[in-house]
Protein backbone atom coordinates (compact mmCIF):
# COMPACT_ATOMS: atom_id res chain seq x y z
CA UNK A 1 0.00 0.00 0.00
CA UNK A 2 1.18 3.61 -0.58
CA UNK A 3 1.42 5.89 1.65
CA UNK A 4 -1.12 8.82 2.06
CA UNK A 5 0.82 12.34 1.67
CA UNK A 6 -1.85 15.04 2.42
CA UNK A 7 -2.22 17.61 0.56
CA UNK A 8 -0.92 21.02 2.31
CA UNK A 9 -3.57 23.49 3.01
CA UNK A 10 -3.46 26.88 4.82
CA UNK A 11 -5.97 27.52 7.66
CA UNK A 12 -9.80 28.43 6.37
CA UNK A 13 -11.17 31.55 6.80
CA UNK A 14 -13.83 30.95 9.17
CA UNK A 15 -17.23 30.87 9.24
CA UNK A 16 -17.97 34.64 10.77
CA UNK A 17 -15.95 35.43 7.38
CA UNK A 18 -17.41 33.56 4.60
CA UNK A 19 -21.36 33.09 5.94
CA UNK A 20 -21.76 36.78 5.80
CA UNK A 21 -24.95 37.77 2.92
CA UNK A 22 -22.98 40.88 1.85
CA UNK A 23 -19.71 38.33 0.99
CA UNK A 24 -22.30 35.61 -0.38
CA UNK A 25 -24.16 38.03 -2.59
CA UNK A 26 -20.38 38.71 -4.33
CA UNK A 27 -19.80 35.40 -5.49
CA UNK A 28 -18.85 33.56 -8.85
CA UNK A 29 -18.73 30.29 -10.46
CA UNK A 30 -15.64 28.31 -9.86
CA UNK A 31 -14.64 25.05 -11.04
CA UNK A 32 -16.54 23.24 -8.07
CA UNK A 33 -19.54 24.65 -9.86
CA UNK A 34 -22.33 21.80 -10.77
CA UNK A 35 -22.66 22.71 -14.35
CA UNK A 36 -18.44 22.26 -14.50
CA UNK A 37 -17.84 19.03 -12.73
CA UNK A 38 -20.87 17.80 -15.43
CA UNK A 39 -19.05 18.72 -18.52
CA UNK A 40 -16.12 17.41 -17.44
CA UNK A 41 -17.89 14.60 -16.70
CA UNK A 42 -19.11 14.29 -20.01
CA UNK A 43 -15.79 14.31 -21.57
CA UNK A 44 -14.82 11.68 -19.20
CA UNK A 45 -17.62 9.38 -20.70
CA UNK A 46 -16.82 10.26 -24.02
CA UNK A 47 -20.50 11.34 -23.75
CA UNK A 48 -22.62 11.75 -27.18
CA UNK A 49 -25.80 13.59 -27.51
CA UNK A 50 -28.12 11.88 -30.43
CA UNK A 51 -31.00 13.24 -31.89
CA UNK A 52 -33.94 10.22 -30.87
CA UNK A 53 -36.96 12.12 -32.44
CA UNK A 54 -37.77 15.32 -34.26
CA UNK A 55 -41.32 16.07 -35.28
CA UNK A 56 -40.77 19.72 -35.51
CA UNK A 57 -43.29 21.99 -38.25
CA UNK A 58 -41.56 24.58 -39.82
CA UNK A 59 -42.36 27.20 -37.91
CA UNK A 60 -40.62 25.55 -35.10
CA UNK A 61 -43.89 23.75 -32.79
CA UNK A 62 -43.65 20.12 -32.21
CA UNK A 63 -41.55 17.87 -29.90
CA UNK A 64 -38.04 16.68 -30.05
CA UNK A 65 -36.43 13.67 -28.40
CA UNK A 66 -32.37 13.72 -27.76
CA UNK A 67 -30.48 10.49 -25.70
CA UNK A 68 -27.34 10.63 -23.93
CA UNK A 69 -25.85 7.84 -22.04
CA UNK A 70 -23.58 8.54 -18.86
CA UNK A 71 -22.45 5.90 -15.98
CA UNK A 72 -24.41 2.97 -17.66
CA UNK A 73 -27.69 4.94 -18.23
CA UNK A 74 -29.35 6.41 -20.80
CA UNK A 75 -31.53 9.38 -20.62
CA UNK A 76 -33.54 11.38 -22.53
CA UNK A 77 -34.66 15.17 -22.67
CA UNK A 78 -37.95 15.33 -24.38
CA UNK A 79 -38.74 18.94 -25.32
CA UNK A 80 -41.88 20.19 -26.40
CA UNK A 81 -42.44 23.90 -28.45
CA UNK A 82 -45.66 25.42 -28.74
CA UNK A 83 -47.20 28.57 -30.15
CA UNK A 84 -47.44 30.97 -27.44
CA UNK A 85 -49.71 34.09 -27.71
CA UNK A 86 -47.35 37.52 -26.53
CA UNK A 87 -49.74 38.16 -23.98
CA UNK A 88 -49.12 35.09 -22.40
CA UNK A 89 -45.51 35.57 -22.19
CA UNK A 90 -44.27 35.76 -18.72
CA UNK A 91 -41.12 35.23 -16.41
CA UNK A 92 -43.69 35.26 -13.14
CA UNK A 93 -44.58 32.35 -11.36
CA UNK A 94 -48.27 33.10 -11.98
CA UNK A 95 -47.92 31.87 -15.91
CA UNK A 96 -49.78 28.71 -16.88
CA UNK A 97 -48.33 28.81 -20.42
CA UNK A 98 -44.70 28.53 -21.71
CA UNK A 99 -42.81 28.42 -25.50
CA UNK A 100 -41.72 25.61 -24.48
CA UNK A 101 -41.67 22.19 -21.61
CA UNK A 102 -39.36 19.72 -20.88
CA UNK A 103 -38.97 16.56 -18.84
CA UNK A 104 -35.27 14.86 -18.43
CA UNK A 105 -36.68 10.81 -18.94
CA UNK A 106 -34.88 7.81 -17.54
CA UNK A 107 -33.76 5.86 -20.61
CA UNK A 108 -35.50 5.93 -23.34
CA UNK A 109 -39.38 7.06 -24.44
CA UNK A 110 -41.36 5.28 -26.71
CA UNK A 111 -44.40 6.27 -28.33
CA UNK A 112 -47.08 6.14 -25.73
CA UNK A 113 -44.34 7.68 -23.26
CA UNK A 114 -43.41 11.11 -26.11
CA UNK A 115 -47.32 11.55 -26.06
CA UNK A 116 -47.74 11.17 -22.40
CA UNK A 117 -45.33 14.03 -22.24
CA UNK A 118 -46.20 15.81 -24.85
CA UNK A 119 -49.35 16.13 -22.72
CA UNK A 120 -48.33 17.29 -19.53
CA UNK A 121 -45.38 18.51 -19.99
CA UNK A 122 -46.98 22.04 -21.11
CA UNK A 123 -48.81 22.20 -18.39
CA UNK A 124 -46.21 21.95 -15.83
CA UNK A 125 -47.62 22.08 -12.31
CA UNK A 126 -51.33 21.48 -13.25
CA UNK A 127 -50.26 18.00 -14.61
CA UNK A 128 -49.11 15.08 -12.33
CA UNK A 129 -45.99 13.04 -13.75
CA UNK A 130 -44.25 9.68 -12.53
CA UNK A 131 -40.88 8.23 -11.54
CA UNK A 132 -39.57 7.57 -15.39
CA UNK A 133 -39.40 11.80 -15.22
CA UNK A 134 -36.32 13.14 -13.63
CA UNK A 135 -36.69 16.67 -14.14
CA UNK A 136 -39.49 18.89 -15.33
CA UNK A 137 -38.40 22.24 -16.92
CA UNK A 138 -39.88 25.34 -18.64
CA UNK A 139 -38.77 28.07 -20.26
CA UNK A 140 -39.80 30.91 -22.65
CA UNK A 141 -38.04 32.54 -26.05
CA UNK A 142 -35.87 36.07 -25.97
CA UNK A 143 -38.48 36.64 -28.70
CA UNK A 144 -35.83 39.89 -29.85
CA UNK A 145 -32.92 37.27 -30.28
CA UNK A 146 -34.79 34.62 -31.63
CA UNK A 147 -36.61 36.87 -34.36
CA UNK A 148 -33.40 38.47 -35.39
CA UNK A 149 -31.36 35.16 -35.82
CA UNK A 150 -34.33 33.35 -37.33
CA UNK A 151 -34.18 36.42 -40.28
CA UNK A 152 -31.03 36.81 -40.90
CA UNK A 153 -30.45 32.63 -41.23
CA UNK A 154 -33.25 32.69 -43.48
CA UNK A 155 -31.50 35.71 -45.49
CA UNK A 156 -28.12 33.56 -45.68
CA UNK A 157 -26.09 35.91 -43.23
CA UNK A 158 -25.08 35.21 -39.64
CA UNK A 159 -27.00 37.08 -36.86
CA UNK A 160 -25.78 40.21 -35.36
CA UNK A 161 -22.48 39.60 -33.25
CA UNK A 162 -23.05 42.37 -30.68
CA UNK A 163 -26.84 41.44 -29.83
CA UNK A 164 -25.49 37.60 -29.35
CA UNK A 165 -22.50 39.09 -26.72
CA UNK A 166 -25.58 41.22 -25.35
CA UNK A 167 -28.46 39.12 -24.71
CA UNK A 168 -26.17 35.57 -24.85
CA UNK A 169 -29.37 33.22 -24.90
CA UNK A 170 -32.13 32.30 -26.95
CA UNK A 171 -34.45 31.07 -24.02
CA UNK A 172 -34.53 31.54 -20.55
CA UNK A 173 -35.59 29.04 -17.96
CA UNK A 174 -38.25 29.35 -15.12
CA UNK A 175 -37.94 26.91 -13.41
CA UNK A 176 -35.61 23.50 -13.27
CA UNK A 177 -38.02 21.20 -10.86
CA UNK A 178 -36.41 17.96 -9.64
CA UNK A 179 -36.82 15.83 -6.49
CA UNK A 180 -40.56 14.67 -6.38
CA UNK A 181 -41.79 17.83 -7.42
CA UNK A 182 -45.33 17.04 -8.97
CA UNK A 183 -44.84 13.40 -8.98
CA UNK A 184 -41.71 13.21 -10.72
CA UNK A 185 -38.71 10.70 -9.35
CA UNK A 186 -37.37 11.72 -5.85
CA UNK A 187 -33.69 12.38 -5.86
CA UNK A 188 -33.19 9.00 -4.18
CA UNK A 189 -33.73 6.96 -7.28
CA UNK A 190 -30.96 8.51 -8.99
CA UNK A 191 -28.33 9.78 -6.11
CA UNK A 192 -25.98 6.52 -6.53
CA UNK A 193 -25.64 6.48 -10.67
CA UNK A 194 -22.35 7.98 -12.05
CA UNK A 195 -22.52 11.14 -12.84
CA UNK A 196 -25.78 12.20 -11.47
CA UNK A 197 -24.67 11.24 -7.10
CA UNK A 198 -23.48 15.37 -7.34
CA UNK A 199 -26.41 17.84 -6.14
CA UNK A 200 -27.88 19.42 -9.08
CA UNK A 201 -26.56 17.07 -11.77
CA UNK A 202 -29.68 15.71 -13.46
CA UNK A 203 -30.66 19.22 -13.14
CA UNK A 204 -27.78 21.05 -14.87
CA UNK A 205 -27.75 17.97 -17.62
CA UNK A 206 -31.19 19.16 -17.89
CA UNK A 207 -29.99 22.91 -19.21
CA UNK A 208 -27.04 21.62 -20.87
CA UNK A 209 -29.55 19.52 -23.14
CA UNK A 210 -31.71 22.06 -23.38
CA UNK A 211 -29.10 24.19 -24.90
CA UNK A 212 -28.85 22.00 -27.42
CA UNK A 213 -31.94 22.28 -28.43
CA UNK A 214 -32.35 25.63 -28.77
CA UNK A 215 -29.54 26.09 -30.79
CA UNK A 216 -31.16 23.26 -33.06
CA UNK A 217 -34.23 24.71 -33.09
CA UNK A 218 -33.41 28.47 -34.09
CA UNK A 219 -31.17 26.82 -36.98
CA UNK A 220 -34.52 24.92 -37.90
CA UNK A 221 -36.86 27.43 -38.10
CA UNK A 222 -33.99 29.77 -39.80
CA UNK A 223 -33.02 27.30 -42.09
CA UNK A 224 -29.04 27.56 -41.51
CA UNK A 225 -26.48 26.86 -39.58
CA UNK A 226 -25.01 29.14 -36.99
CA UNK A 227 -21.48 30.02 -36.55
CA UNK A 228 -19.43 28.18 -33.97
CA UNK A 229 -18.44 31.06 -32.39
CA UNK A 230 -21.58 32.84 -32.36
CA UNK A 231 -23.32 28.87 -30.95
CA UNK A 232 -21.21 28.57 -28.33
CA UNK A 233 -21.79 31.85 -26.59
CA UNK A 234 -25.66 30.77 -26.43
CA UNK A 235 -26.22 29.90 -23.38
CA UNK A 236 -29.76 29.53 -21.40
CA UNK A 237 -30.85 32.42 -19.83
CA UNK A 238 -32.56 31.65 -16.54
CA UNK A 239 -35.36 33.83 -14.01
CA UNK A 240 -34.63 32.71 -10.31
CA UNK A 241 -36.77 34.57 -7.62
CA UNK A 242 -37.64 33.85 -4.03
CA UNK A 243 -38.50 30.52 -4.60
CA UNK A 244 -34.77 29.38 -4.07
CA UNK A 245 -33.64 31.03 -1.22
CA UNK A 246 -35.07 29.18 1.18
CA UNK A 247 -33.10 26.53 -0.10
CA UNK A 248 -29.87 27.47 2.18
CA UNK A 249 -31.46 27.59 5.18
CA UNK A 250 -33.40 24.32 4.82
CA UNK A 251 -30.73 21.99 3.53
CA UNK A 252 -27.86 23.40 6.43
CA UNK A 253 -26.01 20.37 5.84
CA UNK A 254 -25.73 21.01 1.98
CA UNK A 255 -24.75 24.76 2.39
CA UNK A 256 -21.91 23.68 4.94
CA UNK A 257 -20.34 21.07 2.27
CA UNK A 258 -20.68 23.28 -0.69
CA UNK A 259 -19.06 26.46 1.28
CA UNK A 260 -16.66 23.87 2.84
CA UNK A 261 -15.73 22.26 -0.17
CA UNK A 262 -14.86 25.89 -1.83
CA UNK A 263 -13.21 27.16 1.29
CA UNK A 264 -10.95 24.07 0.95
CA UNK A 265 -10.19 24.30 -2.51
CA UNK A 266 -9.16 27.96 -1.39
CA UNK A 267 -6.68 26.96 1.27
CA UNK A 268 -4.87 24.14 -0.93
CA UNK A 269 -4.51 26.91 -3.31
CA UNK A 270 -3.11 29.32 -1.00
CA UNK A 271 -0.55 27.02 0.60
CA UNK A 272 1.34 26.17 -2.98
CA UNK A 273 4.75 27.67 -1.89
CA UNK A 274 6.05 27.92 -5.49
CA UNK A 275 4.26 28.12 -8.72
CA UNK A 276 5.34 26.85 -12.23
CA UNK A 277 5.57 29.22 -15.18
CA UNK A 278 2.70 27.82 -17.05
CA UNK A 279 0.52 28.41 -13.90
CA UNK A 280 1.68 32.07 -13.38
CA UNK A 281 1.00 32.27 -17.56
CA UNK A 282 -2.32 30.60 -16.64
CA UNK A 283 -3.36 32.99 -14.06
CA UNK A 284 -2.50 36.44 -16.12
CA UNK A 285 -4.52 34.73 -18.83
CA UNK A 286 -7.11 34.39 -16.53
CA UNK A 287 -7.19 37.78 -15.23
CA UNK A 288 -7.38 39.18 -18.57
CA UNK A 289 -10.18 36.72 -19.15
CA UNK A 290 -11.72 38.06 -16.24
CA UNK A 291 -11.66 41.58 -17.32
CA UNK A 292 -12.96 41.44 -20.60
CA UNK A 293 -16.04 39.23 -19.14
CA UNK A 294 -16.37 42.05 -16.97
CA UNK A 295 -16.48 44.25 -19.46
CA UNK A 296 -19.29 42.44 -21.50
CA UNK A 297 -21.10 42.76 -18.42
CA UNK A 298 -24.15 45.20 -18.45
CA UNK A 299 -27.35 45.36 -16.85
CA UNK A 300 -30.31 47.89 -16.91
CA UNK A 301 -30.44 48.32 -12.82
CA UNK A 302 -28.12 51.34 -12.35
CA UNK A 303 -26.90 50.37 -8.91
CA UNK A 304 -25.49 47.30 -9.88
CA UNK A 305 -24.09 48.43 -13.38
CA UNK A 306 -22.40 51.11 -10.93
CA UNK A 307 -20.97 47.94 -8.91
CA UNK A 308 -20.08 46.19 -12.17
CA UNK A 309 -18.42 49.42 -13.35
CA UNK A 310 -16.36 49.96 -9.56
CA UNK A 311 -15.23 46.13 -9.92
CA UNK A 312 -14.24 46.51 -13.75
CA UNK A 313 -12.42 49.49 -12.55
CA UNK A 314 -10.73 47.39 -9.78
CA UNK A 315 -9.76 44.74 -11.04
CA UNK A 316 -7.37 46.72 -12.98
CA UNK A 317 -5.01 46.59 -10.08
CA UNK A 318 -5.50 43.00 -9.80
CA UNK A 319 -4.36 42.41 -13.37
CA UNK A 320 -1.25 44.79 -12.65
CA UNK A 321 -0.03 42.69 -9.85
CA UNK A 322 -0.05 39.36 -11.21
CA UNK A 323 3.12 39.64 -13.15
CA UNK A 324 5.90 37.31 -13.74
CA UNK A 325 7.74 38.85 -11.40
CA UNK A 326 5.52 38.57 -8.66
CA UNK A 327 3.86 35.34 -9.70
CA UNK A 328 7.50 33.59 -9.28
CA UNK A 329 7.56 34.23 -5.44
CA UNK A 330 7.30 32.42 -2.37
CA UNK A 331 3.61 31.65 -1.60
CA UNK A 332 2.40 34.32 -4.53
CA UNK A 333 -0.90 33.37 -4.29
CA UNK A 334 -1.04 33.80 -0.41
CA UNK A 335 0.42 37.01 -1.12
CA UNK A 336 -2.10 38.31 -3.80
CA UNK A 337 -4.92 37.00 -1.41
CA UNK A 338 -3.64 38.97 1.39
CA UNK A 339 -2.91 42.50 -1.19
CA UNK A 340 -6.63 41.92 -2.03
CA UNK A 341 -7.80 42.03 2.06
CA UNK A 342 -7.82 45.90 1.37
CA UNK A 343 -9.99 45.70 -1.62
CA UNK A 344 -13.60 45.38 -1.93
CA UNK A 345 -15.69 42.23 -1.05
CA UNK A 346 -16.48 41.88 -5.05
CA UNK A 347 -12.73 42.05 -6.06
CA UNK A 348 -11.77 39.17 -3.26
CA UNK A 349 -14.39 36.84 -4.49
CA UNK A 350 -13.86 36.85 -7.59
CA UNK A 351 -9.67 36.41 -6.85
CA UNK A 352 -11.05 33.50 -4.66
CA UNK A 353 -12.44 31.89 -7.94
CA UNK A 354 -9.84 32.99 -10.29
CA UNK A 355 -6.83 31.59 -8.25
CA UNK A 356 -8.68 28.23 -7.89
CA UNK A 357 -8.97 27.62 -11.26
CA UNK A 358 -5.72 26.50 -12.88
CA UNK A 359 -5.05 23.62 -10.19
CA UNK A 360 -7.33 20.67 -10.93
CA UNK A 361 -5.22 18.28 -9.65
CA UNK A 362 -5.63 20.08 -5.96
CA UNK A 363 -9.30 21.03 -5.92
CA UNK A 364 -11.18 18.51 -8.36
CA UNK A 365 -11.73 16.09 -6.09
CA UNK A 366 -13.45 18.15 -3.76
CA UNK A 367 -16.70 17.93 -5.77
CA UNK A 368 -17.05 14.34 -4.42
CA UNK A 369 -18.09 16.03 -0.71
CA UNK A 370 -20.27 18.20 -2.54
CA UNK A 371 -23.55 15.86 -1.62
CA UNK A 372 -25.64 15.12 1.55
CA UNK A 373 -26.08 11.66 2.05
CA UNK A 374 -26.65 12.14 5.63
CA UNK A 375 -29.84 14.81 6.06
CA UNK A 376 -30.60 16.46 9.18
CA UNK A 377 -30.65 13.05 11.23
CA UNK A 378 -27.54 14.21 13.08
CA UNK A 379 -26.27 13.49 16.67
CA UNK A 380 -27.81 15.60 19.57
CA UNK A 381 -25.57 17.34 22.10
CA UNK A 382 -25.06 15.34 24.97
CA UNK A 383 -27.26 17.84 28.19
CA UNK A 384 -28.04 21.18 28.08
CA UNK A 385 -24.66 22.52 29.18
CA UNK A 386 -23.12 21.25 25.40
CA UNK A 387 -26.16 23.36 24.39
CA UNK A 388 -24.84 26.35 25.96
CA UNK A 389 -21.10 25.66 25.29
CA UNK A 390 -21.92 25.35 21.23
CA UNK A 391 -24.09 28.02 20.81
CA UNK A 392 -22.52 30.85 22.49
CA UNK A 393 -19.05 29.46 20.48
CA UNK A 394 -21.12 29.36 16.93
CA UNK A 395 -24.03 31.48 17.47
CA UNK A 396 -22.44 34.84 19.06
CA UNK A 397 -23.55 36.96 16.03
CA UNK A 398 -27.57 35.84 15.98
CA UNK A 399 -27.40 37.11 19.93
CA UNK A 400 -26.61 40.68 19.20
CA UNK A 401 -29.92 42.22 17.50
CA UNK A 402 -33.05 43.08 19.40
CA UNK A 403 -35.34 41.58 17.49
CA UNK A 404 -37.90 43.12 19.13
CA UNK A 405 -37.39 46.27 17.08
CA UNK A 406 -39.03 46.68 14.12
CA UNK A 407 -36.06 46.93 11.84
CA UNK A 408 -35.06 43.31 13.36
CA UNK A 409 -38.04 41.57 12.62
CA UNK A 410 -40.29 43.28 9.65
CA UNK A 411 -39.96 40.70 7.21
CA UNK A 412 -41.50 37.06 7.36
CA UNK A 413 -41.38 34.49 5.03
CA UNK A 414 -44.28 32.58 3.98
CA UNK A 415 -45.28 30.34 1.09
CA UNK A 416 -48.10 31.59 -1.24
CA UNK A 417 -51.46 29.35 -0.94
CA UNK A 418 -52.09 30.05 -4.98
CA UNK A 419 -48.03 28.87 -6.09
CA UNK A 420 -46.80 27.36 -2.87
CA UNK A 421 -44.01 28.96 -3.58
CA UNK A 422 -41.42 31.04 -0.71
CA UNK A 423 -42.98 34.70 -0.50
CA UNK A 424 -41.67 37.76 1.87
CA UNK A 425 -43.71 40.19 3.50
CA UNK A 426 -43.76 43.39 5.29
CA UNK A 427 -44.71 42.19 9.29
CA UNK A 428 -46.10 45.83 10.01
CA UNK A 429 -47.55 46.32 6.29
CA UNK A 430 -49.61 43.02 5.28
CA UNK A 431 -51.47 40.36 7.28
CA UNK A 432 -50.08 37.19 7.14
CA UNK A 433 -47.11 36.47 9.65
CA UNK A 434 -48.82 33.87 11.61
CA UNK A 435 -48.29 31.68 8.63
CA UNK A 436 -44.30 32.53 9.22
CA UNK A 437 -42.14 29.65 7.88
CA UNK A 438 -39.24 29.01 10.17
CA UNK A 439 -36.44 30.73 8.26
CA UNK A 440 -35.78 33.15 11.43
CA UNK A 441 -32.95 30.88 12.67
CA UNK A 442 -31.28 33.98 14.63
CA UNK A 443 -34.22 34.82 16.24
CA UNK A 444 -34.68 31.54 17.49
CA UNK A 445 -31.61 30.80 18.49
CA UNK A 446 -31.72 33.98 20.34
CA UNK A 447 -34.89 32.84 22.08
CA UNK A 448 -33.59 29.33 22.66
CA UNK A 449 -30.22 31.38 24.36
CA UNK A 450 -32.53 33.59 27.25
CA UNK A 451 -34.43 30.27 28.23
CA UNK A 452 -31.37 27.78 28.89
CA UNK A 453 -31.52 26.90 32.41
CA UNK A 454 -28.43 27.44 34.62
CA UNK A 455 -28.21 23.74 36.04
CA UNK A 456 -27.94 21.30 33.72
CA UNK A 457 -30.89 19.13 32.73
CA UNK A 458 -31.75 16.02 30.21
CA UNK A 459 -32.38 17.89 26.53
CA UNK A 460 -35.25 15.72 26.20
CA UNK A 461 -36.68 17.25 29.42
CA UNK A 462 -35.60 20.40 28.24
CA UNK A 463 -37.87 20.15 25.43
CA UNK A 464 -40.72 18.88 26.69
CA UNK A 465 -41.48 21.61 28.71
CA UNK A 466 -39.79 24.23 26.00
CA UNK A 467 -41.00 22.62 22.51
CA UNK A 468 -41.24 25.49 20.76
CA UNK A 469 -36.87 25.44 21.03
CA UNK A 470 -37.01 21.93 19.13
CA UNK A 471 -35.60 23.48 15.64
CA UNK A 472 -32.96 26.09 17.55
CA UNK A 473 -31.46 23.13 19.90
CA UNK A 474 -30.74 20.65 16.59
CA UNK A 475 -29.28 23.61 14.74
CA UNK A 476 -26.92 23.98 17.37
CA UNK A 477 -26.20 20.98 17.16
CA UNK A 478 -25.15 20.78 13.74
CA UNK A 479 -22.64 23.52 14.58
CA UNK A 480 -20.54 21.56 16.33
CA UNK A 481 -19.56 19.56 13.21
CA UNK A 482 -20.87 21.67 10.31
CA UNK A 483 -19.48 25.09 10.61
CA UNK A 484 -20.45 26.66 7.44
CA UNK A 485 -24.43 25.20 7.57
CA UNK A 486 -25.29 28.73 8.73
CA UNK A 487 -26.43 32.05 7.14
CA UNK A 488 -24.69 34.45 9.85
CA UNK A 489 -27.57 37.12 9.39
CA UNK A 490 -30.84 38.03 10.32
CA UNK A 491 -32.98 37.02 8.40
CA UNK A 492 -35.80 38.49 8.78
CA UNK A 493 -34.65 42.18 9.12
CA UNK A 494 -35.54 45.01 6.83
CA UNK A 495 -31.93 45.31 5.33
CA UNK A 496 -31.78 41.21 4.60
CA UNK A 497 -31.47 41.01 0.63
CA UNK A 498 -32.83 37.65 -0.33
CA UNK A 499 -30.92 38.25 -3.54
CA UNK A 500 -27.60 37.59 -1.75
CA UNK A 501 -28.69 34.06 -1.12
CA UNK A 502 -29.79 33.65 -4.99
CA UNK A 503 -26.43 34.85 -5.94
CA UNK A 504 -24.52 32.49 -3.58
CA UNK A 505 -26.96 29.30 -4.75
CA UNK A 506 -26.47 30.03 -8.23
CA UNK A 507 -22.91 31.11 -8.53
CA UNK A 508 -22.41 27.08 -7.01
CA UNK A 509 -24.82 26.37 -10.15
CA UNK A 510 -22.24 28.25 -12.73
CA UNK A 511 -24.10 30.71 -13.51
CA UNK A 512 -22.60 34.18 -14.52
CA UNK A 513 -24.13 37.53 -15.59
CA UNK A 514 -26.16 38.07 -13.28
CA UNK A 515 -28.71 40.74 -13.82
CA UNK A 516 -30.91 41.55 -10.33
CA UNK A 517 -34.70 42.74 -11.32
CA UNK A 518 -34.89 43.78 -7.83
CA UNK A 519 -33.63 42.47 -3.93
CA UNK A 520 -35.89 39.37 -4.88
CA UNK A 521 -35.31 38.15 -8.67
CA UNK A 522 -32.28 38.12 -10.85
CA UNK A 523 -31.52 36.66 -14.09
CA UNK A 524 -28.58 34.98 -15.27
CA UNK A 525 -27.06 33.02 -17.81
CA UNK A 526 -26.08 28.98 -17.62
CA UNK A 527 -23.86 26.88 -20.07
CA UNK A 528 -22.69 30.39 -21.79
CA UNK A 529 -19.37 29.65 -23.28
CA UNK A 530 -19.88 25.64 -22.08
CA UNK A 531 -18.39 23.25 -25.08
CA UNK A 532 -21.18 22.62 -27.43
CA UNK A 533 -22.25 18.63 -27.52
CA UNK A 534 -19.69 17.61 -30.45
CA UNK A 535 -16.68 19.41 -29.00
CA UNK A 536 -16.50 18.26 -24.97
CA UNK A 537 -12.63 16.30 -25.65
CA UNK A 538 -11.93 19.56 -26.54
CA UNK A 539 -13.45 22.34 -25.13
CA UNK A 540 -14.66 20.39 -21.40
CA UNK A 541 -13.17 22.68 -18.87
CA UNK A 542 -12.06 25.74 -19.89
CA UNK A 543 -14.72 28.10 -19.84
CA UNK A 544 -14.71 29.94 -17.04
CA UNK A 545 -16.42 33.49 -17.49
CA UNK A 546 -16.69 32.82 -20.80
CA UNK A 547 -15.69 35.95 -22.95
CA UNK A 548 -17.06 36.74 -26.67
CA UNK A 549 -15.62 34.98 -29.19
CA UNK A 550 -13.50 32.05 -27.63
Not at 286 to 311: C, F, K, N, S
Request: charged share 25%; hydrophobic share 40%.
Amino acid sequence: MKDFKPIPQAPLRPPAEVMRLSRMGSMFPTRLSFLRTLTRFLAAEKAKVTCHAWRMCPEGYGHAVYCISLGGYTYSLVAVSTQLAPEDRTDRVIATAWDTAYVLYDGVPDDDEIARICATAPQQEAARFTDRDLVLSRANKSVRLFSHVVTRLRAGAQPDAQMIRDIGYLMRTTAVYGNGKFGIADRACIDTRPGLSGPFMAEMLTVWLIRHFTHDLVEHVGQGRLDRRLKRHLGIGNSTGLGMAPFLVNHPILMNNWMLARETALARVRAVAKLEPEQCQRLIALGDRAQHHLREWHVPDPAHQVRITALCTAWDAVCDWMTPDTLSGEYAIAALLDWSRDQSVDVQELLVALVIEPFSELVDGLTDCMADPVGLRGAMLSDMQAVRAALEAAFGWALEPDYAAQEQCRQFWYVSEAKQEPRLGDRFGEAGADLESPLDIARRIKALHCDLPESDIDICDFLEAYPQHMLAVSRVALSVHFPYAEIQDNLISETCLPIDMLRCKLSFFGASKFDPKSDRWTRITLCQGAPLADELHERADDWWLPVFGQ
